[in-house]
């Protein structure tokens, strides 16, 4: 599994840079987490001022 942005999302691009494994990249209108790369670190989700990156169980 892995992280999910949801339409919270402002594209502020605070998450792509702290992204250990660049899973995150800008996608229309908001940012997405490629689910392949994502380790599910929630360092996003920390980061995030909207917390739309939401563990996805
Ligand atoms: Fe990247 Fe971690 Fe967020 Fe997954 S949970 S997208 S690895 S920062
Ligand atoms: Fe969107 Fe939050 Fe990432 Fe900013 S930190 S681009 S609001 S998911």
Redesign the pocket.
């Known amino acids: 599994m892995?992280?999910v942005i949801n339409d919270d999302c402002i594209s502020c691009g605070a998450?792509e840079a702290?992204?250990?494994?660049e899973?995150?990249s800008e996608g229309d209108g908001k940012y997405v987490?490629?689910p392949e790369?994502?380790?599910?670190?929630?360092?996003?989700?920390d980061v995030c001022p909207t917390g739309a990156?939401q563990a996805n169980n």
């Open positions: 892995a992280y998450c702290e992204c250990p494994v899973a995150i987490i490629n790369l994502c380790t599910e670190c929630g360092t996003c989700a990156p």
